[in-house]
Structures are given as structure tokens and as C-alpha cells.
């Protein structure tokens, strides 16, 4: 009869339901006694669920995971299919385990790294294609902000003193720039004229502008 393809994870919880003194589906483990997989192909040579060959890879899928790495200690006990001691771990194979869990959970790390950097660069993929949606714009070509249109610069003529009266439209000089207003009254050189905004003000014949 074929043995049905079953994971790993159901086979370890398999047998933490046949021998719960040794395996345990969860939780804290306890290490196994060194030439387990022998005794366990001898416990189960009549169990058509379990092959051998994946018997062997849910044992080295049990015993290369954190949870397990992290149980092997100087001083600890590793136990039988019965959960009896059967040896103590000593401090090369406590080391061994700590570099293996090291090296595994660094490897985790720079897996979750390149795939954070992938999500990234494929987010700025995709925000950059909709930017090349834009009706009228070549994907190659980078969005630029619209410029305000040139004004024209206005062409002023300095008025001259003589021609000033009141009532006139003029532009005046204030500050940097040019402004509407109306002669109200003129004195000489001096000239006060009203703004657009209502405000009187006195200023120079040579501050007195027309187009």
C-alpha cells in the first residue's frame, strides 16, 4: 500500500500523540536521545501513515527549529520515546545548537530584509506607472511644475512736470513697484494723488508715470 504524502508538521504532531513524553507538537521541547530515528522506525514499522523518508525529514525539521535549538543546554537531559534521560548534553553540543540558532534566525533576518526592500522598490514601481498614466506625457519624461506665464513689463513714460493736473490718471512710484492712481492735487514738484485702495498720498513729479 502507497503511504500518503503527509507534511512534516503532521507527522511531529503524530507522534507527540503516540509518544507525548518525548515529542510535543508545542510549547517547550525536550531534546532526544542521540539514534532516535532508529528506535522510532522500529516503534512505527507497522504504522502505514509514516514512511521512513518522511519520518527522517520531520525529524530534522523538528530538531532545526528555534523552539528545539533553544532547549539544547549544558546540563539538559536528552530523553527516550518514554521521556526516561538517557544523557546529559555537554558544552560542545550546547554550542553547536546556539550557532546553529544563531546562524538560522540571522538568515531569517536577511530574508525579511530583502523582502521588505523588494516590497519597497515594487511600490515605487507601481507609483511611478501611474504617474506615467498622465494623459499626454511620455512615460521617460519627469512631471514638471507648470511655470506662471511671463508678464509682459509695462512700458512707463515719465510724466512731465508741466502736464500735471488734477484729476489725472497716472501711475505713481512706490517702493519697487509701479501703482494706479489719481492726481488730487499738484504744487510744484510736489504732487498728491489717491490710490486705488483710497489712500492719499504726496510724493514728487519724477515719482509720476504714464503707459
Not at 504532531?13 to 528506535?39: D, M, N, R
Not at 523518508?53 to 527549529?65: G, V
Not at 519624461?141 to 513689463?153: I, N
Amino acid at each position: 500500500m502507497e503511504t500518503k504524502k503527509i507534511s512534516s508538521k503532521e507527522i511531529i504532531q503524530h507522534l507527540a500523540e503516540k509518544f507525548p513524553a518525548c515529542f510535543t507538537s508545542q510549547g517547550t521541547v525536550k531534546p532526544l536521545k542521540v539514534g532516535i530515528f532508529q528506535e522510532l522506525a522500529e516503534a512505527l514499522q507497522e504504522d502505514e501513515k509514516v514512511s521512513k523518508t518522511q519520518l527522517r525529514q520531520a525529524l530534522r525539521h523538528y530538531t532545526s527549529s528555534w523552539r528545539y535549538l533553544k532547549a539544547i543546554k549544558k546540563g539538559s537531559q536528552r530523553v527516550n520515546l518514554q521521556g526516561e534521560a538517557v544523557a546529559e548534553i555537554d558544552e560542545a553540543q550546547a554550542e553547536f545548537a546556539a550557532n546553529a540558532l544563531k546562524e538560522s534566525q540571522e538568515k531569517f533576518a536577511n530574508k525579511k530584509e530583502a523582502e521588505n526592500k523588494q516590497n519597497k522598490s515594487y511600490k515605487g514601481t507601481k507609483a511611478a506607472e501611474k504617474r506615467s498614466t498622465i494623459p499626454g506625457r511620455n512615460k521617460n519624461t519627469p512631471v514638471k511644475a507648470k511655470k506662471a506665464p511671463k508678464k509682459e513689463p509695462v512700458k512707463l513714460v515719465q510724466a512731465e512736470a508741466n502736464t500735471l493736473k488734477t484729476g489725472m490718471k497716472v501711475l505713481v512710484q512706490v517702493g519697487n513697484s509701479p501703482i494706479d492712481a489719481t492726481i488730487t492735487e499738484v504744487a510744484g514738484k510736489d504732487v498728491s494723488v489717491q490710490l486705488f485702495s483710497g489712500m492719499v498720498v504726496k510724493t514728487r513729479a519724477d515719482k509720476i508715470f504714464t503707459k
